[in-house]
Nanobody
């Protein structure tokens, strides 16, 4: 099983920055890929950014140039650096992961990001 714990959310003014962390309970060597998703009230959950085991990244158009996904393979922690935050970035941000050779996707509990205008 995989346990994911997000942290780093909070309240920030528009134009500010936050860095989210997702601590993974298993080695990244056992993980195929990881990603960050977000869900705002009344909206569908949407992809923010993903990174594969090969290091390939995908970003939502809405965050390109502002957000950066990265990973620490020693600490088994996924990060999302968020710059130039906008009120529309307000959402619960969750990370996910998939073990190699298995189909199940694991989700963390989420961390709230609120951007004030």
């Amino acid at each position: 099983q995989v346990q994911l714990v997000e942290s780093g959310g909070g309240l920030v003014q528009a134009g500010g920055s936050l860095r989210l962390s997702c601590a993974c309970s298993v080695s990244f060597s056992r993980i195929n890929g990881m990603g960050w998703y977000r869900q705002a009230p009344g909206k569908q959950r949407e992809l923010v950014a993903t990174v594969t085991s090969d290091g390939s990244t995908v970003y939502a158009d809405s965050v390109k140039g502002r957000f950066t996904i990265s990973r620490d393979n020693v600490k088994n922690t996924l990060y999302l650096q968020m710059n130039s935050l906008k009120p529309e970035d307000t959402a619960v941000y969750s990370c996910n992961a998939k073990l190699k050779y298995l189909t199940k996707i694991y989700w963390g509990q989420g961390t709230q990001v609120t951007v004030s205008s």
